[in-house]
């Protein structure tokens, strides 16, 4: 009964339904006799292996893929959806009794962690004279969709799986599909595979994968597996004989066990990476049986890898490409009433930072994130002319820990991640420190420090340079404040509240440099907007203030409530100059004020446009050198 209970909790509030439309929560409201006859229900399911006929279909619906496509995901009705639920606690200690070094799922091992270790030993590797590094990565097609049946009950007998919940969840994906894409199709059956979206799919899937792994591992000592749900990778480092004679037979023995298995290799999105072209070429020469060809970059796991040698930015430039491309959609729905800046906090700013701890974001990076951050916050005007571009950010952030700047993700990533590494002891701790020693004189050395940024230990210490933090070694880190960080013993929790307060003292220079009067002598804790995000909140309307006066408030706050081209074009003013050309104009012909100036001499004022301001507007250009992006206007 508690399990039942607990299982219609744990689904979210916005979860998808299925065609009975009936949500798990709705069990709470259930009396506990009710509850108890569909125990029942599900006692006797588990022991005949079958699902009743009112359960009848699974709607399949096919979601659009960012690199195109599409991906089949499948809503259960209420029945075998709660109970996989409900099972997950069982699937979950089956797999704490099977845990693997190379296997990641769960809190802790997520996507990020696997592609963070590949990258630390490929970085780990360029710092090495002599020393050479390898990696390949396997896909499988449709991989869910065509696991054979008997293949997996052959596997989870050897691992000793529960036959009995195996059983009820084939039954479960046996179930009538109906595909749904604009259109709904006829039902269909399907006698091979396992459905993406069940609650139990992704420890079927380890099943499937973990005998082949283990025995590669047994002959091939040497090579180091990563297995994150279908996403098989393996690496090695050393000289280029050593990777030949281990990694190749290595890749070889789990395709051609995948093969027995009933399981397609693609021949198209296999791929190896290598420390050397000539090395890469000699790997995909040798696997050129299964489709695996040599690239010099690669995206693994949503994270661009480059092998230590070189850095790998196009995954996230490709991501903020996206993400400028969604800033209409954001005007929409401010236009309908939705926040803005609570979809940035939300997971707008994660779908174009994610993966960021792996190489870090340089500086003119990051100014383009935020860039497109502010723009997304902005009114559903679009008018952003004059704003401060710091300022935006931090009314977006809507309260004092509140992290709608892109600069939180772009240090909190490396950081944190490092901070976790330490933690958790995800690599020794001589590696670790072969990392931050090796980072300085490479990153000193280079006349573009981020470009030399090619790894985990040069990210974290470029990363932290910007915030003023000093690394004394892999554990020790002393704040812009002078605290000292021991990261070995003060949790990664402890570090990202650090990391955060940091970033909030980096970003008050920036907003000094524009507003004097909010100069807080260097001390970098600035003026307290408390009391103005509190007047921001959609709460904060009564009769004296209303949603009209909030906007002014923030207009007036930003510096972008009487655009110059809007005054000229209500007659409010008799020219289109911004004020920074206007303050040029005063220092060259010594007047005291705008209005003292001429209209023959305005006419010499360069006219706001974006050309124009990059090019003749000197004001713009001198901000643009200070790195100070509110110096825009239009």
């Known amino acids: 009964m508690t399990a039942l209970r607990d299982a219609g909790v744990a689904f979210p509030a916005g979860t998808g339904l299925g065609w009975d439309d009936l949500h798990p929560r709705a069990l709470l409201r259930l009396p506990n006799d009710v509850l108890e006859a569909l125990l029942r229900v599900l006692h006797a399911c588990e022991s005949q292996g079958r699902w009743p006929k009112a359960v009848a279909s699974v709607i399949i619906a096919l979601l659009p893929k960012p690199d195109g496509g599409r991906h089949p995901i499948g809503f259960f009705p209420l ?3 709660v109970w996989m639920k409900a099972r997950r606690e069982m699937a979950r200690e089956w797999g704490r009794l099977h845990e693997r070094s190379y296997l990641y799922a769960g809190v802790g091992k997520g996507a990020t962690v696997a592609a963070w270790k590949p990258a630390a030993c490929g970085e780990l590797a360029a710092t090495v004279p002599g020393a050479a590094y390898g990696q390949a990565l ?30 009820l969840s084939l039954a479960a994906c046996q179930l009538g599909r ?45 090579v180091t597996p990563t297995l994150f749900v279908d996403d098989l990778s393996a690496e090695a480092a050393g000289t280029e004989r050593y990777l030949i004679r281990n990694v190749v037979p290595f890749v070889r023995y789990v395709c051609n066990r995948m093969q027995e298995d009933l399981l397609e290799i693609s021949q198209r999105k296999p791929v190896c990476i290598a420390s050397t072209d000539a090395l890469g070429r000699s790997l995909a020469a040798t696997w050129r049986k299964y489709g695996i060809r040599y690239v010099r970059r690669v995206k693994s796991l949503g994270t661009g890898l480059g092998a230590g040698a070189r850095r790998n930015v196009q995954v996230a430039k490709m991501r903020y490409s996206v993400f400028r491309k969604r800033v209409p959609r954001f005007r929409r729905l401010r236009t309908a009433g939705v926040s803005g800046a609570r979809l940035l906090r939300t997971g707008g700013n994660a779908a174009m930072t994610f993966g960021e701890a ?29 704003q401060s571009l710091d300022l935006a950010l931090i009314l977006a952030d809507e309260s004092p820990r509140g992290k709608a700047d892109p600069t939180f993700a772009a240090h909190l990533c490396p950081i944190g991640e490092w901070a976790q590494a330490v933690w958790e002891g995800l690599l020794p701790m001589v590696v670790l420190q072969r990392l931050i020693s090796s980072a300085p004189l490479r990153l000193m050395s280079a ?38 960080l021991l990261l070995d013993i003060d949790p990664p929790i402890v570090v990202a ?25 260097g001390k970098g804790f600035g003026a307290n907007f408390t009391l103005v995000l509190q007047l921001l909140q959609p709460r904060a309307t009564s009769f004296e203030r209303t ?25 409010f003013v008799e020219h289109n100059r911004c004020f920074p050309c206007l303050d040029v104009m005063l220092s060259s012909r010594g007047a005291l004020a705008w209005n003292e100036l001429a209209l023959d001499d305005l006419v ?25 992006p509110d110096a825009i206007c239009t």
């Open 79 to 81: 029945l075998p959806r």
């Open 138 to 167: 396997f896909d499988l097609v449709k991989a869910f969709d065509r696991v054979p049946h008997h293949i997996l009950v052959r596997e989870a007998q050897a691992l000793g799986y529960s036959l009995w919940v195996l059983r």
């Open 178 to 222: 109906v595909l749904w894409l604009e259109v709904i199709s006829n039902v269909v059956y399907a006698f091979r595979g396992i459905t993406a979206g069940s609650g139990l799919a992704t420890t079927e899937m380890h099943i499937l994968l973990l005998r082949i792994v283990d025995a590669a591992c047994r002959l091939y000592p040497a």
């Open 358 to 386: 792996v190489m870090g974001v340089s500086l003119s990076q990051l100014l383009q994130q935020r860039r497109a951050a502010a723009a997304a916050a902005a009114p559903t005007n679009g008018c952003c002319c004059c």
């Open 447 to 484: 006349a573009r420090p981020w470009a030399v940024a090619r790894g985990p230990g040069a990210a974290v210490t470029a990363t932290a340079w910007r915030l003023r933090w000093d690394i004394l070694d892999a554990r020790r880190i002393v704040t812009d404040t002078g605290r000292e």
């Open 497 to 521: 509240r650090e990391c955060a307060a940091a970033v909030r003292r980096w970003r008050w220079p920036l907003v000094e440099q524009a507003e004097p009067s909010l100069a807080s002598q």
């Open 547 to 571: 949603p009209d006066h909030q906007g002014a408030l923030r207009s007036a706050v930003l510096r972008r409530q009487w655009p110059k081209s809007r005054c000229f074009a209500a007659v």
């Open 604 to 628: 010499v004022v360069p006219i706001c446009s974006l050309l124009r301001r990059i090019c003749s507007c000197p004001a713009h250009r001198e901000a643009r050198l200070r790195h100070a």
